[in-house]
């Protein structure tokens, strides 16, 4: 089992930047692949990137490509997602996701992950 808070989020202008972090219970933290997902009012869920166990690779959604960086830090039971050049097409509630992943290929499909967050808010407005 294990438990996703993510926070971070808030209000910034175009251009802007945002950290979001999602601390994670439970000691297998490093067991799991994690990922980032996004929902936009009135649009389905849609994949933003993932990380390995290991945080070895890497995969992101065309869109954020080069804006956005995915990092973790098993020691501290977390994954970021540093976001800059952020645009209004970005807002949206941004949700972490885990999967128990050992290998080194992430997934794009929100099926495959277990467990989710509450999720947070980002706001892309000036």
């Known amino acids: 089992q294990v438990k996703l808070v993510e926070s971070g989020g808030g209000l910034v202008q175009p251009g802007g930047s945002l950290r979001l972090s999602c601390a994670a219970s439970?000691?297998?933290?490093?067991?799991?692949?994690m990922g980032w997902f996004r929902q936009a009012p009135g649009k389905e869920r849609e994949f933003v990137a993932a990380?390995?166990?290991?945080?070895?690779?890497?995969y992101y959604a065309d869109s954020v490509k080069g804006r956005f960086t995915i990092s973790r830090d098993n020691a501290k039971n977390t994954v970021y997602l540093q976001m800059n050049l952020l645009k209004p097409e970005d807002t949206a509630v941004y949700y972490c996701?885990?999967?128990?992943?050992?290998?080194?290929?992430?997934?794009?499909?929100?099926?495959?992950?277990?467990?989710w967050g509450q999720g947070t808010q980002v706001t892309v407005s000036s």
């Open positions: 439970g000691r297998t933290f490093s067991l799991y692949a």
């Open positions: 990380i390995t166990w290991s945080g070895g690779s890497t």
């Open positions: 996701a885990a999967d128990p992943n050992i290998g080194e290929h992430v997934s794009d499909r929100g099926g495959e992950y277990d467990y």
